[in-house]
């Protein structure tokens, strides 16, 4: 008898801890999976999540979870790379698992770094309609400059913007004008702001799979680095 009560607790005991083993390895595979269905195009998806019990995943309580996306398109604005670190989040394990969709119903305390390089910003931009397209963004620590030539009066001109991102809003980076240019000569200030009402050159982020909420940005030699938490970690 007392032999077969070791064997039971010998055998729970094991299934315990294959099932701590394998579960959260399932649930990273079926999230990487849900994460490149939700966008338009992904070169590689690596999601880590870690639960104690395991079982608790299939409630949808992950008390872990890391997700490293890269060269990730979304609503044509290339991701050269998405990463979160997040403690505590509730996921709905019945789209993920039943339709393979992605849906986070809620991530505590976590920290979100975007990448964008410089060739994807460009074709980002190059993508809308009007001026934008003749357009060329360079970016330099600190400095994001914008020129191109357009016609102006029946006159080919060069133009040249010197400005910066910022954060506008939890998802948005606006683009800011410290100085225009028209060949040689400085516009005023006056009447910049009326010839730049064209001249958008935002970017949204709230199309990424991952909720987030924008705190800082940092333009590099060829980069923008975005960082962020997420909605509830504000």
Known sequence: MKYAIAL????????FLVGEAAIPGAVSTRLEKAI????DQAESVHVYVRTFPALAVA????????????????????????FLDARRADIDMHSVLREGK????????GDVTVILAEDDLNAYFHSRDGILRLLT???RRDVATVSGSASILGVKVDLA?????????????????????????????VIKSG???????????SGLPIPLVLRDVSVQDGVVYIFGGTPSGK
């Not at 490293?68 to 050269?80: F, H, M, P, Y």
């Not at 606006?174 to 225009?180: H, I, L, N």
Request: overall charge positive.
């Open 36 to 39: 490149v269905a939700s966008v």
């Open 195 to 205: 010839l730049l009402k064209s001249v958008d050159l935002s970017v949204d982020v």
């Open 102 to 109: 992605l849906d986070v119903k809620r991530i505590g305390r």
């Open 161 to 189: 913007l010197d400005g910066r991102f910022v954060v506008e809003g939890d998802t948005r980076l606006a683009y800011v004008v410290d100085r225009f240019r028209v060949g040689d000569a400085v516009v005023p200030e």
């Open 137 to 139: 963004v360079k970016l």
């Open 8 to 15: 039971a607790v010998l055998v729970i005991v094991c299934v």
């Open 59 to 82: 409630l949808g309580r992950v008390d872990f979870l890391q997700v490293d996306a890269r060269n990730i398109t979304v609503d044509g604005l290339r991701v050269q790379r998405l």
